[in-house]
């Protein structure tokens, strides 16, 4: 399975994934209206490291893990793998109890503006291709299996 790397040697920190993001998951699909307008959580967030001789950057975001903690803590059934072993959370379903957010290792499981519903990565399964990786300036994020991740390593 593919999942999203991130390679923070090559982050800028520019938040270009963040915004992105927002705009596949957004009603509109309008990149100022949706960073605008519309309260959408971005399902990847970079954060900022100071160091004392430098500021890195690192992206979280899901992973998709094969032992998914958020599946199994899910009290409604709305955090599933599909087929393709895409961690998926069904908004529909989600209760908001947070469950799913309490457990994730990798902190990549967030609350969504309004609270009532969780937001997280999910692969833009519907739109062919990860926003964030396309539209990362500095090749940062790849859509990579993990032997073509840990070749790049």
Do not use: W
């Not at 040697?9 to 990149?31: F, M, P």
């Not at 309260?39 to 992206?59: D, G, H, M, R, W």
């Not at 899910?74 to 469950?99: F, H, P, Q, T, W």
């Not at 969780?118 to 790849?142: Q, W």
Request: with cysteine; hydrophobic share 35%.
């Amino acid at each position: 399975m593919k999942r999203v790397y991130a390679f923070e040697n090559r982050c800028l920190g520019c938040g270009l994934c963040e915004v992105y993001c927002k705009t596949a998951h957004s009603k509109s699909k309008d990149i100022i209206k949706a960073n605008r307008n519309e309260n959408i959580t971005s399902a990847i967030v970079i954060e900022e490291i100071l160091q004392p001789k430098a500021v890195a950057y690192f992206a979280l975001q899901c992973r998709h893990c094969d032992d998914a903690k958020c599946v199994k803590a899910c009290i409604a059934g709305a955090m599933y793998k599909d087929e393709n072993g895409v961690v998926r959370n069904d908004k529909d379903k989600c209760v908001a109890c947070l469950s799913c957010l309490l457990v994730c290792p990798f902190g990549a499981v967030k609350k969504t503006e309004e609270g009532k519903t969780v937001s997280k990565c999910d692969l833009c399964i519907d739109f062919g291709a990860p926003a964030c990786v396309e539209n990362c300036p500095n090749g940062a994020l790849k859509l990579l299996d993990d032997k073509e991740a840990e070749a790049l390593k």
